[in-house]
Antibody
């Protein structure tokens, strides 16, 4: 079945970087964009950006420009999110999500990873 | 950015009730709107895509309608397992944006 499996929880100090992975299975990894969304405790969902796994092209929300990098390794069907210069307000659950389609109809975010908790604390 | 105004922010209803949530976009997003369900401690799950299409495996008591700027999500007969927070999300215009969520509780 189609699924996205993310790496485990991370604890980082302020100013450090974190890299979260998202391994795809059950479909052709390079055929669908991967998006990243985060959620602070008790808060709503915040879209961070997208990546085309085929070309490596990316697009980031203005808020995260310069601090977020999305990459991939097609040989292992894995996408990565790296966040640098971490602050306490980056403490959140980070999700990857596939952007699907059916025939020619875009489906939006149709498959989600299980989430990775990133805690930023001194 | 497209602002998604979702209402109500919370809702209490009885088992068997019909429940309706609305989402208004600040500009035309055609039909490119999803409704996601999120249960506590879990990842979101898409229920409705492209405003009115039921995702495979999702019970038929869930439905969606609308286009342009005004959208509606309906649960025809509320079940105990539907307790969750529901989010609308537009994917027509980057950056993609979410509504603030509707927390649904059983009365």
């Amino acid at each position: 079945q189609v699924q996205l499996v993310q790496s485990g929880a991370e604890v980082k100090k302020p100013g450090a970087s974190v890299k979260v992975s998202c391994k795809a299975s059950g479909y052709t990894f390079t055929s669908y964009h991967i998006n990243w969304v985060r959620q602070a405790a008790g808060q709503g969902l915040e879209w961070m950006g997208w990546m085309n796994p085929n070309s490596g092209n990316t697009g980031y929300a203005q808020k995260f420009q310069g601090r977020v990098t999305m990459t991939r390794d097609t040989s292992i069907s894995t996408a990565y999110l790296e966040v640098s210069s971490l602050r306490s307000d980056d403490t959140a659950v980070y999700y990857c999500a596939r952007e699907g389609r059916i025939l020619e109809l875009p489906k939006g975010l149709d498959v989600w990873g299980q989430g990775t908790t990133v805690t930023v604390s001194s | 950015d497209v602002q998604m105004t979702q209402s109500p922010s919370s809702l209490s209803a009885s088992v068997g009730d019909r429940v309706t949530i609305t989402c208004q976009a600040s500009q035309d997003i055609n039909k490119y709107l999803n409704w996601h369900q999120q249960k506590p401690g879990k990842a979101p799950k898409v229920l409705i895509y492209a405003a009115s299409n039921l995702e495979t495996g999702v019970p038929s008591r869930f439905s969606g309608s609308g286009s342009g700027t005004d959208f509606t999500f309906t649960i025809s007969s509320l079940q105990p397992e539907d307790i969750a927070t529901y989010y609308c999300q537009q994917y027509e215009i980057l950056p993609y944006t979410f509504g603030q969520g509707t927390k649904l509780e059983i009365k």
